[in-house]
């Protein structure tokens, strides 16, 4: 495999590029463990199970692994063609193949932007993760009721310098990771992390087996409830198809610009995906089982993992082991999605300015969290006290929901129409058949990519927006 490859200095646009000498994964199984450490982050552990819950089940679960199918592994391939092919990042990548015109330079910023407003956000969420790791540790949850365990996390929330203190050490500690390089960082740690972050999920999913609810979260997951499922959880199920494979967001460009002509995309994008199923129905099936054994509801939302499931495993025998092992796995999926985000801008500033990798990391490392400080201090009076009174909710959910809703759906839009439209097949054809004789796959895959995709997603997006409801249509019908 090759280590590193020279390339020549270029411009586009007003912006000066020098090629820097480009790092490549060690092996393809590094960019496999990199790849679903990526995938399998908090859109997994803390976003599914609740989202699960809220939407249903089984029909929801249905939905969920169709947008995968039909547009989650479509946009994947299309994004590590692009990353390989061009050998660059999001923004050049895009350039590469049209350097004339600067217009689809934009798509690249979309997913650079939404990488760096996740990172701002994740690591407060994640910093409760740590916190939540040291009171187990110190059996926190101790002869409390689940009002007092629910108002410790409130405490959290609304205790800022608690919430800033824990979100700038993760901060600094996905900085740590990222600054060796792609090589001696990423894959290095990619490796460890996502081996260790498995065999925990599966450990505390064999506990789960165990339990009295596990037969009733069988049937929760898996049979459809149409009574809770509306045209909105379609929205949610792409979303969190989106969030789960961590495209539309420069990851996959960045990762596929790491790789060798001698492997199949559509191979490892498919292994990727099984993957992070796999992953998401077993975390579901590690958590579910706990809710039903105590009879308490599903639909929990986002205070599920901090608000109910320690009151659940205090009352567990091994509670103290079981409920530090949990939040260890909470950190660690975390921190394997947290690394991606921050190389995806620091990779993106190398490219554009010049700059080395440790000047770019530490730049974006102290840009998130800089700008993750409202979102730490989001339940307190200290920054935007009346930001809820005018945009209606706190400004880490508002960051959150711009993100889900607008860029990553655009991105995604965007991107599918520029590899199905706008590049040359021929290259196209020519990149998904390396490393591969599965030559049928290219025409189903063509078709989704440049038809399919957009059409779906603008739909969706056309719901999201308010422009057109069909939760009213089917209201409606309903009462017709």
């Not at 592994?73 to 092919?85: F, K, S």
Request: glycine content about 8%; hydrophobic content about 55%; overall charge positive.
């Amino acid at each position: 495999m090759l280590l590193q490859e020279e390339g020549a200095g270029f411009s586009f646009g007003e912006v000066i590029v020098i090629e820097q000498m480009r790092e490549h994964w060690s092996h393809h199984f590094g960019f496999i463990m990199a790849a679903i450490g990526s995938a399998i982050g908090l859109g997994i552990l803390w976003k599914f199970p609740y989202i699960v819950g809220g939407n249903g089940g089984g029909l929801f679960l249905m939905t969920y692994l169709a947008c995968v199918a039909i547009i989650g592994v479509p946009i994947l391939i299309a994004e590590l063609i692009l990353g390989r092919h061009a050998q660059c990042a999001a923004i050049r990548a895009f350039a590469h193949f049209m350097p004339s015109h600067s217009f689809w330079k934009i798509t690249g910023w979309f997913g650079v932007l939404a990488s760096f407003l996740i990172m701002s956000f994740y690591s407060v969420i994640a910093g409760w993760g740590m916190n939540y790791v040291l009171m187990s540790l110190n059996g926190f949850y101790q002869n409390l009721d689940q009002n007092q365990i629910a108002t410790l996390f409130d405490l959290l929330r609304h205790s800022g310098s608690l919430s800033l203190f824990w979100h700038l050490i993760f901060t600094m500690i996905t900085v740590a990771i990222v600054l060796p390089g792609v090589r001696r960082g990423i894959e290095y740690w990619a490796k460890i992390m996502t081996k260790t972050l498995l065999v925990l999920l599966v450990l505390l999913f064999l506990y789960a087996v165990t339990l009295p609810g596990f037969v009733p979260a069988l049937r929760f997951i898996f049979l459809p409830n149409i009574e809770r499922f509306t045209p909105s959880s379609i929205v949610e199920a792409l979303s969190l198809a989106f969030w789960t494979l961590s495209i539309g967001q420069g990851i996959m460009i960045s990762y596929g610009s790491y790789m060798t002509p001698t492997k199949s995309i559509a191979h490892l994008a498919g292994i990727v995906s099984l993957s992070v199923i796999l992953v998401a129905v077993l975390s579901a099936l590690m958590i579910f089982p706990v809710i039903f054994t105590f009879n308490l509801s599903p639909s929990s939302g986002p205070g599920l993992i901090f608000q109910t499931i320690p009151y659940l495993f205090a009352h567990l025998p091994g509670s103290l082991i079981l409920s530090t092992l949990f939040f260890i796995l909470f950190v660690f999926t975390a921190l394997t999605s947290a690394i991606p985000l921050v190389e995806v801008v620091a990779t993106n500033l190398m490219e554009l300015l010049g700059w080395t990798r440790k000047r770019s990391v530490w730049v974006v490392g102290c840009g998130t969290a800089l700008f993750g400080c409202p979102s730490a201090l989001a339940k307190t009076p200290f920054l935007f006290p009346h930001w809820k009174t005018i945009y209606g909710t706190d400004f880490l959910t508002t960051i959150n929901q711009f993100v889900s809703i607008w860029l990553i759906p655009i991105g995604g839009i965007l991107t599918a129409i520029f590899v199905g439209w706008v590049i040359d097949p021929r290259i196209l054809r020519r990149e998904f058949s390396l490393g591969h004789s599965l030559t049928w796959i290219w025409r189903p895959w063509h078709f989704l990519i440049k038809w399919t995709v957009p059409c779906m997603i603008f739909i969706i997006m056309v719901q999201t927006s308010g422009i057109f409801d069909f939760d009213s249509l089917l209201k409606f019908f309903k009462k017709g």
